[in-house]
Every structure is written in C-alpha cells, then in structure tokens.
C-alpha cells in the first residue's frame, strides 16, 4: 500500500471516530433523564433550575412544589422561605421542618434535629420528597414514566385522577413541557451539547429564590381556651404581645390567667356575646367592673361578632375599640395558606382560638411568619382606632 494510501486511511480513521464521538455526545445529552413535575392535576414547568434531580439514591424536588405561592393549589402541606435567613420551613400548620441552608441542617418546630437536609442548585431550594411525604403522611409522591420523560407527581386527598389517567389526560400538556426544556438547554450553533443538563446538586447555596419575601404586618387577637398559657409564653419568648380576649361571663373562672396576662403586657379585651347594642353595653360595662377588681386594669378593646357594622358603630360611639378580626386561624387548614391570604399593603387582623390544636397552629404560623419576614405588633386600643 502506498504512504498517500496509509494517510489518507488513517486520517478517514480518525474523522469516523471523531463523529463517533460527537454522536455519542449527542445522544448521551438527548438521552438524559427529563423530571418533569405536577401537582395534583396540574402539570408545572420544568427549567435547567428547577428540575428534580436524584442524589446518593434521594429524590430532591424544588421547594415550590409545595408552595402555595408558586403553584397555586394548596396541598395541606406548605414550603415557605426566608431570604434573609436562607431558612425554608415546611409545614403542615400542626408540625414541620426548618431546613437551613447555611449550615445544612434542619429541625422540627420544637428545635429537634432531623435527618433530612435540604439541597440548593442554581439558586433553586431542592427537598427530600419522600422523606416529607412520610414525615406528613397526608402527601404522597409517585414517578410515572411517559413519553415525554419521567413524571414526578406530588398529590394530597384532593387529587382526582389516578397516575395512568392523569398521563392520559395531561400529555398534550406534558409533550410542551418537554419541548420548551429541550429548547431551553440547545446549544447555540456551533457548540457542543452539554452532557448534563441537570448539573450536581451542591449542598451550599449558589444563590438565592427569586420570590421576595411578603413583609406583611400583623396584629394578632387569641381567644383564650385551654391552651392560652402554652400560646402566650410562645409569644413572650419572642418578646412579642397580643391581644388576648377573655369572655365578659368567665372573668372569674379566669382571674389568674387575667393578672398574669396583665402583668406581662398583652392587651386585655373583653368578649361580648350579645346581639343587641343594649345587651353588649351592659355586658361590656360589667365586664369592666370585674376587671377592675380582679386586675386592677382599665379594658377598653371589645369583640362583638353578633353586631352589624351599625351596631359595632353604637359601641365604639360609648367609647369602645372595636376588634374585628380579617383573617380567622379557623378558616385556614395550615399556617401557610393563612400566610398567603395576608395582604402587605396594610395591618391584617389576625384572630386564633385558643382551644385544641391551638398551640401547634400558633408555632406554625410564627415560623411562617419569619420565613415571609412579617412582623407582629400588638393589636392595642389606639391602635385599631
């Protein structure tokens, strides 16, 4: 064979394995496992940001799949997180997990340690959802395998459709979100495709969430009940009062709580269960005169949820505060969708019952609250004039 023959096969030789390569790339890159992500019966986008990874064996999903906020069903179980303390808590308005990803770990509500942690890539907050899902037990997380990629679907009692009929219905929907990922991670012409578009999962935070914390105000009223005192000391270990509304009829059976409630500061209103203006003035008057002896304390703050707004008028012309909550804990499943009906433009009247549950609901509501930076002040007379 001659030498120009040798060359030429060798250089031949050497562009076939050169294409080999580069198709090797290309379909090591087209062949990469797509995450693609709903909640209930709604399909999410999915982003080079966002897209659930696997990590040691552990499904990690983005926080805001559990956030109300950014996919808009509320699943029972909520993910809320702080900016300014790259903290993210996970609740159910009963228990929950704060993951911190400065220091990597994480904690329930009463400061015990847990296991999981959370993990941070591309300035997106990723979670262990079957660790959550267990923790819960009121969620469940499922992987389905499509066409289009592999479903991961995270769903509460509220889901209708089962995971086959779900694909079903929703793969028109699914075939989009996997065209607008692969677009999103095409190469610029003349460039080699990448050969992971997902990346490694880094354990410290790269950056951080793009949603603004809410920084919403709120004045906070809890009708005592039987755990008044455990809600209360949570409030006083925060250095933080409010208004607490004792029943005008049950001043007697309450008269320590009372003083002590006085003593450290909280505002002491009166609830007034008449339904005519005639009825509450006179309850409202002799509710006053027990305070008086019991406490020693002027009341000037009422509830009277039975009155109209003209006879709410009436008290406040004798020289009531009227407390007229805008947010009731008894209408909101968890903390977080109580905290997403909260309204930054101005103080919101929250009102929380101090009965069973209460206590729990309460510490769940104050994580919230610091994962949204909101502030508590104190719900006084001047200040619901």
Not at 352 to 361: I, M, R, T, W
Request: with cysteine; charged share 20%; aromatic share 6%.
């Amino acid at each position: 064979m001659k030498a120009w023959e040798k060359i030429t096969l060798a250089s031949l030789a050497l562009c076939a394995l050169l294409l080999g390569g580069v198709l090797a790339l290309k379909a090591s890159a087209a062949g990469s496992t797509v995450y693609l992500m709903a909640v209930n019966e709604k399909v999410l986008d999915t982003t080079v940001e966002n897209m659930p990874a696997v990590m040691g064996g552990v499904l990690y999903v983005p926080y805001t799949m559990l956030s109300v906020r950014d996919s808009g069903i509320n699943l029972g179980v909520s993910a809320l997180y702080s900016t300014t303390r790259r903290t993210l808590l996970v609740s159910n308005g009963q228990i929950g997990v704060v993951f911190d990803t400065q220091t990597n770990t994480a904690q329930d509500l009463q400061g015990s340690p847990v296991t999981a942690r959370a993990m941070v890539r591309n300035s997106m907050i990723f979670v262990p959802i079957d660790w959550l899902c267990s923790y819960f037990g009121s969620i469940s997380c499922s992987r389905v395998r499509t066409p289009y990629g592999t479903l991961i679907r995270v769903t509460n009692g509220a889901s209708v459709l089962r995971d086959p009929d779900f694909v079903d219905a929703a793969s028109g929907q699914l075939e989009e979100k996997q065209s607008n990922y692969l677009a999103s991670i095409a190469p610029p012409p003349d460039t080699p495709a990448p050969t992971s578009p997902t990346g490694p999962i880094n354990p410290a935070p790269s950056g951080e969430p793009s949603a603004p914390p809410l920084q919403a105000e709120v004045l906070l009223a809890l009708c005592w009940g039987e755990q008044g005192a455990e809600m209360t000391a949570q409030l006083e270990a925060r250095g933080e009062r409010a208004l607490l509304l004792f029943s005008w009829d049950s001043l007697r059976e309450q008269d320590k709580a009372v003083r002590r409630a006085v003593a450290a500061g909280h505002t002491v209103g009166l609830l007034l269960t008449g339904e005519t203006v005639e009825d509450c003035l006179e309850q409202g008057l002799e509710g006053r005169r027990q305070l008086a002896e019991i406490a020693r304390c002027p009341v000037l703050v009422a509830s009277a949820p039975a009155l109209d707004e003209e006879g709410r008028e009436a008290l406040a012309q004798e020289g009531w505060a009227l407390w007229m909550p805008e947010l009731s804990g008894e209408r909101f499943r968890t903390a977080a969708a109580l905290i997403g009906a909260l309204d930054p433009r101005q103080p919101n009247r929250v009102e929380l019952d101090c009965g069973p549950g209460g206590g729990a609901f309460l510490r769940g509501l104050l994580a919230a609250l610091d994962g949204e930076d909101c502030q508590v002040r104190q719900a006084t007379a001047p200040a619901l004039t």
